[in-house]
């Protein structure tokens, strides 16, 4: 496996698990918290830290995406400006050999 392949798969992963933290928090501040304990004094082993935990890693996670993204780039063969392109090649494209207008035309009519 290429270092691209490599940094492919871990930005997948990285991607789905950014998918799942976000969809898990609730945009209305309840969210995985209100379901164990609903805002009440008494809490359930320490879920009145979830949203905390959610925040943090909705953070981490995005900018493990964008440093994975950005090192992906990197690794990309010929990503040192070596590469050519395509659009270029001589053999897809034909030339046509230009000829000069001839001279003796012009200056037949003005004499």
């Given amino acids: 496996m290429t270092k691209f392949t490599i ?3 871990l930005i997948v992963v990285v991607a789905f698990l950014l998918v799942v ?5 609730n945009p209305k501040g309840g969210g995985l918290s209100s379901s164990f304990g609903g805002g009440g004094t008494q809490q359930l082993g320490g879920v009145k830290k979830t949203g905390d935990f959610l925040d943090k890693s909705t953070w981490f996670l995005a900018t493990l995406l964008i440093a994975l993204i950005l ?12 590469s ?3 659009a270029l090649d001589d053999d897809t494209t034909t030339q046509q050999p230009v000829t000069p207008p001839s001279s003796t035309d012009d200056n037949s009519e003005g004499n």
């Fill in 21 to 25: 933290v976000i969809m898990v928090q």
């Fill in 84 to 86: 050519d392109s395509k």
């Fill in 71 to 82: 090192l992906s780039n990197i690794t990309i063969e010929g990503a040192g400006g070596v």
């Fill in 7 to 9: 940094f492919l798969v």
